[in-house]
């Protein structure tokens, strides 16, 4: 099975398997910026990015950032039926969106399409039913943490090897910073990591993560995940 992952910048991420397209908390409007003017948009969108079609949405908080609902109807109004995984703090929104299948994710819950299973594993973030996933193909892991803080509870419901973690390093909002991400990919034996939530509303590049394994994505361009 060939993967394929976009960054669409903050923490949004499409990931697409050989017969599944996954989409990860895409932020794509400048919503936050009307209530918050410093956190305004600093790269713009790739229009190209609304002609995508998952198969299914996966909101890993109910923060604006992550669950952000007016990128979040361009996508869900369709008319397409997406499967949508969503803990429970977003799970009461969406579910009132269009007609879709809305799996509601807690630690410990497990769901395969596609070839592909999710299996939702803790957070430890401000929205107390956050969550992040671990994305499993045959003879391939990928870990999206969602944010989170380092958390020996968190590494420790990691029980299976994890090709490459995808994770927050900017160090704010109840985020690792860079040092503590680091720490992480390492503790759960990551081979590879890549920096997300950086850019966006602050100065922060990639090249701030010290991690020996990291893996920086292009914004809005597709790149392999399974190959080293």
Request: aromatic share 8%.
């Amino acid at each position: 099975m060939h993967i394929q992952a976009t960054w669409l910048g903050q923490a949004g991420l499409l990931l697409e398997f050989d017969a599944l397209r996954v989409m990860i908390d895409p932020y794509l409007s400048d919503s936050i910026a009307q209530t918050d003017p410093k956190k305004h948009r600093r790269t713009p969108v790739d229009p190209a990015i609304w002609d995508v079609q998952p198969d299914m949405m996966i909101f890993t908080h109910d923060h604006r950032d992550h669950y952000d609902e007016e990128s979040a109807r361009r996508f869900l109004t369709t008319g397409r039926r997406i499967t949508v995984l969503s803990p429970l703090s977003v799970w009461q929104k969406v579910r009132g969106i269009g007609h879709h299948n809305c799996v509601l994710l807690s630690p410990g819950v497990e769901w395969t399409q596609g070839g592909v299973t999710v299996c939702a594993v803790p957070a430890a973030h401000s929205d107390p039913y956050a969550v992040g996933v671990l994305l499993k193909a045959p003879d391939f892991c990928a870990y999206v943490t969602g944010d989170t803080l380092y958390s020996c509870r968190v590494i420790e419901a990691i029980d299976t090897p994890v090709d490459v973690v995808l994770l927050p390093v900017n160090g704010e909002g109840n985020n690792m910073n860079a040092s503590d991400a680091a720490r992480f990919a390492r503790a759960i034996g990551a081979g590879r990591a890549v920096p997300l939530h950086i850019g966006l509303f602050d100065d922060m590049t990639p090249e701030d993560f010290p991690f020996e394994g990291r893996l920086v994505l292009p914004l809005f361009r597709a790149c392999a995940l399974d190959r080293a």
